[in-house]
């Protein structure tokens, strides 16, 4: 009897997983159900990816062959691309039927889906992919989308079926490799969070318990934010929770703390609330790469295609990649992150803009560095956050972040930079810590600034404001807002779409999102 097969890939749960569910229906009147996972060489090889990923994904593996087991069929791994895999499955044992959950990836990606539902219909197997979060296929402009995210994470979760049958007769579930195939090299990261369905679970309990109560108030500092944060970014990426399951337990946890006595309830709902609308934004974000695949490589307006693209300095690069740019936050930021694979949104938007105007550097080279170093890249906020950061959607207001001054804001006893930066650890004098360039005796290891941080700065401005000057750039901002805009209540709720675009805009340009989960 032909096989129904379940595709997993950034989905590695069996709780509320509309794709398993779908199977098991399917498996229950048709066909045996096999759960399978693809190692796939050539994803591995792209640039955006590194060994952080891999040992994340394959603790997150382990976990879900384990839970898949448990329920009667073991997680079918398989090395090779998706295709030859496929076509192998259909050769030894026919299939009656493939379901997966819709995937919002790069262009990678998206050309290996294409690839595999175009197979499909030609070998008249029937695929059917599920929403995987609250991002929706088709949209021709943003209206509605809000109630719609609303509606979807306001849905019952979809119940995980209580058996599996056995896998057929023959298959061999296969080894989880090592080292990821086609992966160029290690990674090391020693202080990288660790995948799998329980440590989701253990984080989303420690934050709606005791850890996020001061959350809106302190992720901001790096000081704070590794531990007030939700950290939950890098399992909603791989999926080991689902968005909706957060939602609703950060929804129920709001409305269990606003029922007790202000004297218990402190500081909770704020910090809840807050938590709960960047869920929503991170939503959001991907379904701007959902509508907009080439936001991954181009600019998001036109008015800045060549301003950057041409000005491509390796040595600038590097030393903003490896931490020794010679201003301490930057390079603190930088080297924490190469050893966590984390660092808070307002440190990562700062890494960006560094980069992009003092550094003069465009987008592209450090996105790709930095998915590197991200274990919770996530390709639909990253490319928004990267163009938004840089300054090239068009509709956000150019923010350059001064580093000296994001030291004195959120780490004003240098305790964040001598922790990551050796050369300093020894300066007693804050002074000296944030600006050791005052006295370059006294730390004759670390490197001085590598640009005028006011002398860059105004140049960039400059550039940039030339850009937002040139002839069309209101109407085509007008069309990037009406088509990839949130649409916030109040604003302009009556009057053409032009209208209602441009209000968008206006509001966009003033409100900088602090994006942090």
Excluded at 478 to 485: F, K, N, S, T, V
Aim: with cysteine; glycine share 6%.
């Amino acid at each position: 009897m032909p096989i129904t097969l379940l595709w997993l890939k950034r989905d590695l749960r069996v709780a509320d997983n509309a794709a398993l569910a779908a199977a098991a229906r399917a498996a229950e009147t048709r066909a045996p159900l096999v759960p399978l996972y693809i190692l796939e060489p050539d994803l591995w090889r792209q640039p955006d990816r590194s060994g952080r990923h891999w040992a994340f994904l394959r603790e997150s593996l382990e976990e879900a062959r384990a839970a898949f087991a448990a329920l009667g069929a073991p997680l079918v791994l398989r090395v090779g691309e998706a295709v030859p895999v496929l076509q192998d499955l259909q050769a030894r044992f026919g299939l009656a039927a493939i379901h997966a959950h819709e995937e919002t990836g790069t262009g990678w990606t998206y050309a290996r889906d294409r690839a595999v539902r175009a197979w499909a219909r030609a070998a008249g197997v029937a695929m059917t992919e599920h929403r995987q979060v609250g991002v929706f296929r088709g949209l021709r402009d943003r209206d509605g989308w809000a109630a719609r995210w609303e509606r979807e994470m306001a849905a019952p979760q979809v119940d995980t079926p209580p058996a599996l049958p056995p896998l057929p007769a023959g298959l061999d579930p296969g080894a989880l490799p090592d080292a990821a195939p086609g992966l160029a090299a290690a990674d090391a990261c020693p202080g990288r969070q660790r995948g799998g369905r329980a440590a989701a679970e253990d984080l989303l309990r420690s934050f709606l318990d005791r850890r996020g109560a001061r959350y809106h108030q302190e992720m901001s500092s790096p000081l704070t934010a590794e531990a007030a944060c939700s950290r939950l970014s890098a399992h909603l990426a791989y999926g080991t929770l689902s968005m909706k399951e957060v939602v609703q337990m950060v929804r129920a946890a709001r409305r269990a703390r606003r029922a007790e006595p202000p004297a218990e309830r402190g500081s909770w709902p704020a910090a809840l609330k807050a938590l709960d609308a960047r869920l929503h934004w991170h939503c959001h974000f991907i379904q701007k790469l959902e509508s907009a695949p080439e936001i991954e490589v181009r600019n998001l307006h036109p008015a800045y295609d060549g301003l950057r693209e041409d000005a491509f300095e390796p040595a600038p690069f590097a030393a903003w990649a490896e931490g020794r740019t010679g201003f301490p936050m930057v390079d603190a930021s930088m080297r924490m992150l190469e050893a966590t694979g984390w660092i808070n949104f307002r440190m990562r938007a700062m890494l960006v803009s560094f980069a992009a105007y003092h550094l003069w550097l465009h987008w592209r080279e450090p996105a790709l560095r930095l998915a590197q170093l991200f274990t919770d890249y996530e390709p639909g906020i990253h490319y928004s956050q990267m163009q938004m950061q840089s300054g090239t959607t068009g509709v956000n207001t150019p923010r350059l972040y001064n580093p000296v001054k994001q030291g004195w804001d959120h780490d004003p006893d240098g305790r964040f930079i001598r922790r990551w930066i050796t050369e300093l650890a020894h300066l007693d004098d804050p002074k000296l810590v944030q600006e050791p360039w005052r006295d370059p005796r006294a730390a004759p290891g670390y490197p001085a600034p590598i640009v005028d941080l006011k002398q860059a700065g105004a140049t960039a401005r400059a550039r940039i404001a030339d850009a937002r000057r040139s002839a069309g750039y209101r109407a085509a901002a007008d069309a990037i807002q009406e088509r990839l805009g949130s649409r916030r209540s109040g604003l302009a709720q009556t009057g053409g779409r032009r209208e209602r675009a441009a209000a968008e805009r206006r509001a966009a340009a003033r409100d900088q999102l602090s994006f942090d989960l």
